[in-house]
């Protein structure tokens, strides 16, 4: 079994940065989709930012210009840049990495909490 480990979350005022990371405890086999994921209180888990395998990328449209997510294929790890943060983006961030052909896999990471203050 894999496991996906969020790092990076915390507190910070509104318009700061945070970069998250999340890291596969093992080499995955071609993804298809890797991606951000965030759920605030009483409320349904969002995408936030999607990587596919061909290298084009997806975003809300709330996150546009202002979120980005790459991948560091040597250590298994994507990321998301995050800047001029919002009060409202206040939720537990979650990765997430899918293979959705031969050998299918659907892994989610534990989150990781960001709490932006105003």
């Known amino acids: 079994q894999v496991q996906l480990v969020e790092s990076g979350g915390g507190l910070v005022q509104a318009g700061g940065s945070l970069r998250l990371s999340c890291a596969a405890s093992?080499?995955?086999?071609?993804?298809?989709?890797m991606a951000w994921y965030r759920q605030a209180p009483g409320k349904q888990r969002e995408l936030v930012a999607q990587?596919?395998?061909?290298?084009?990328?997806n975003y809300a449209d709330s996150v546009k210009g202002r979120l980005a997510i790459s991948r560091a294929n040597i250590q298994n790890t994507i990321y998301l840049q995050m800047n001029s943060l919002k009060p409202e983006e206040t939720a537990v961030y979650y990765c997430?990495?899918?293979?959705?052909?031969?050998?299918?896999?659907?892994?989610w990471g534990q989150g990781t909490q960001v709490t932006v203050s105003s």
């Open positions: 997430n990495v899918v293979r959705s052909t031969l050998g299918e896999y659907n892994y």
């Open positions: 093992r080499t995955l086999f071609s993804p298809n989709s």
């Open positions: 990587l596919t395998s061909g290298g084009s990328t």
